[in-house]
């Protein structure tokens, strides 16, 4: 049996015997150097960054253009850190599915330093502190997905978190964005030193609302007396604070008990998934696809190890911008989100079975080549129609990614304005196009609003993904029921969800697109099966 604790180095027979690639430097001396000059630190130390960016760390400490390791903070959730990070030391087992079902491992020990950083936690909230205070700090990357940003609620007022951040001590912060900020002011304080700021999160503009989020605290500050403006002013000098824009891609499922069974088939010891007290899915191992894509508006004020030497595009905000939108908005996320509803709905576990129904992909092929692609401006660094051809063909298909629309489906109320609002903007900026031509966006719409009363296509009651305002859009929904086909109530019931320009967008029906999105519901609701019918109709 061979261990993640066991030493690669000395031993690294035993890892290439299990066909492991390990690294090729001494872990010991990374983590020494990070201690002392740390470069990067990433909050959010889920299976994405653990799939991703620590690979790509991995590939610069071996090719020698980094030096030191990641500093990791999770804000979320302790038992990451404890469970997870800690008693490995920091180190996990990366596995590659590829799509001609063979699987390919490597032992990642790029991570230097592991913290859960919150208030709660004295000794890494004042550990984290210091390292910003360190010069050779160069930059911030980010993955705590869309949610991990916001600080108003349904109305656009602040949160009460947020009220609450902007009036206390900066060490007393709650949010995520108050928490960084508390940061960047003990960054200034020690010298102003520059520093780059990379949301990584899955989501349009993502540097733009990164930056709006920590301008929103900081100025809540500065409003109560508790800041300068010279800190306003450090803040928004991009030779100091940059908060570059990026695109990322890779599909990183939760760790697989399939792929567990197959590493422990295969001799190696540490395949127990941790199911935390917080919902989170994390392993010692992590399982991920092959395909990836990272592309950063190169901006960075403080200077930055060689990404571009592992697979990082480095370019300028417009095309990161153009690639962002490419998949964002139009060529991936939209496919997947669309699975996921209705793979809740049709009750599938599993994208890839998805991919075995002619009817899902006909919804999907529609949406991405007829509806979405039209309007995609090639980012010219990745081609828009290779791209969505092989994610249907290739990707989405590949049964070793064991991903499942439940996944996806988290959080779908946060996604639903970028990954369908921007392509009706497009629309409706086009004097050439009519809003109303869509016909997938607004059924794939109805679906979500369908998938809000949590019952499928055969009748039965199921659990909705998590979701911010699963509450709030659960009571809307609620004189609706399975059947229920009054066109009076299904208007009355969707108008206040469909007019919500947080959740949409747009107003629905002030663009002229909500009597399509009830027409679809009604359709959608006709009874059991009706949702399997509608597709094939479709």
């Keep these: 049996m061979v261990s993640i604790k066991d030493d690669y180095l000395n031993d690294e027979d035993k890892f290439t015997s299990h066909d492991i690639e390990v690294p090729k430097y001494?872990?010991?001396?990374?983590?020494?150097?990070?201690?002392?000059?740390?470069?990067?630190?990433?909050?959010?130390?889920?299976?994405?960054?653990?799939?991703?960016?620590?690979?790509?760390?991995?590939?610069?400490l071996n090719s020698g253009d980094l030096k030191s390791g990641i500093v990791v903070a999770e804000t979320y959730d302790e038992q990451?850190?404890?469970?997870?990070?800690?008693?490995?030391?920091?180190?996990?087992?990366?596995?590659?599915?590829?799509?001609?079902?063979?699987?390919?491992?490597?032992?990642?020990?790029?991570?230097?330093e592991s913290i859960y950083y919150n208030h709660s936690n004295q000794d890494g909230w004042a550990k984290l502190k210091n390292i910003f205070e360190n010069p050779s700090l160069q930059f911030v990357t980010m993955s705590i997905t869309e949610k991990g940003y916001i600080l108003t609620d349904m109305n656009g007022e602040l949160t009460e978190s947020a009220?609450?951040?902007?009036?206390?001590?900066?060490?007393?912060?709650?949010?995520?964005?108050?928490?960084?900020?508390?940061?960047?002011?003990?960054?200034?304080?020690?010298?102003?030193?520059?520093?780059?700021?990379?949301?990584?999160?899955?989501?349009?503009?993502?540097?733009?609302?990164?930056?709006?989020?920590?301008?929103?605290?900081?100025?809540?500050?500065l409003d109560n007396n508790l800041v300068t403006k010279d800190f306003i002013d450090y803040l928004k000098d991009d030779s100091k604070v940059s908060f570059p824009w990026s695109m990322i891609d890779r599909i990183t499922p939760n760790p697989s008990e399939k792929v567990s069974n197959i590493l422990s088939e295969q001799g190696f010891d540490d395949v127990d998934i941790l199911h935390t007290d917080k919902h989170t899915n994390i392993a010692p191992f992590g399982n991920t696809e092959e395909t990836h894509y990272l592309v950063i508006e190169d901006n960075f004020p403080n200077g930055r190890p060689k990404l571009?030497?592992?697979?990082?595009i480095m370019t300028d905000r417009k095309t990161v911008n153009d690639a962002d939108q490419m998949k964002v908005t139009a060529c991936l996320n939209p496919l997947h989100t669309s699975l996921a509803i209705f793979g809740c709905l049709l009750g599938y576990t599993s994208i890839a079975d998805e991919m075995n129904n002619s009817n899902l992909v006909k919804l999907i092929k529609g949406l991405g080549f007829d509806e979405d692609l039209p309007v995609v401006k090639d980012p010219k660094i990745?081609?828009?129609?290779?791209?969505i051809n092989e994610l249907i063909n290739k990707r989405l298909p590949n049964k070793n990614i064991p991903d499942t629309p439940q996944r996806i489906a988290s959080d779908t109320s946060q996604k639903i304005p970028i990954r369908y609002g921007v392509t009706i903007q497009h629309y409706l900026d086009d004097e050439n196009r009519d809003v109303k031509d869509l016909k997938y966006i607004p059924f794939i719409l109805a679906g979500w609003c369908r998938y809000i009363l949590a019952v499928d296509d055969q009748g039965n009651s199921f659990t909705p993904s998590p979701d911010p305002l699963l509450d709030y859009v659960k009571e809307?929904?609620?004189?609706?029921?399975?059947?229920?086909?009054?066109?009076?109530?299904?208007?009355?019931?969707?108008?206040?969800?469909?007019?919500?320009?947080?959740?949409?967008?747009?107003?629905?029906?002030?663009?002229?697109?909500?009597?399509?999105?009830?027409?679809?519901?009604?359709?959608?609701?006709?009874?059991?099966?009706?949702?399997?019918?509608?597709?094939?109709?479709?």
């Design 308 to 312: 571009e030497n592992a697979d990082v």
């Design 80 to 112: 990451v850190i404890d469970d997870i990070y800690q008693p490995y030391n920091n180190k996990m087992l990366q596995v590659v599915m590829k799509s001609d079902d063979s699987y390919q491992k490597t032992l990642i020990a790029s991570v230097g």
């Design 382 to 387: 990745i081609d828009p129609t290779k791209f």
């Design 26 to 60: 001494d872990f010991k001396k990374v983590k020494k150097e990070t201690d002392k000059n740390p470069i990067w630190v990433h909050f959010g130390g889920g299976n994405l960054f653990r799939c991703f960016h620590a690979k790509i760390a991995q590939d610069l």
């Design 476 to 538: 809307i929904m609620e004189p609706i029921e399975l059947g229920t086909q009054d066109d009076e109530l299904i208007h009355k019931t969707l108008k206040p969800l469909l007019s919500n320009k947080q959740i949409f967008a747009h107003d629905l029906y002030e663009i002229g697109l909500a009597d399509k999105v009830e027409a679809n519901f009604k359709e959608l609701n006709n009874g059991k099966e009706a949702i399997a019918k509608a597709l094939s109709n479709l």
């Design 163 to 221: 009220k609450k951040d902007i009036t206390n001590d900066p060490d007393e912060a709650s949010t995520n964005m108050a928490a960084i900020a508390r940061l960047l002011l003990a960054r200034f304080n020690a010298g102003k030193y520059p520093i780059a700021m990379v949301s990584t999160d899955n989501f349009s503009e993502n540097g733009q609302r990164f930056e709006k989020e920590i301008l929103t605290i900081a100025n809540g500050w």
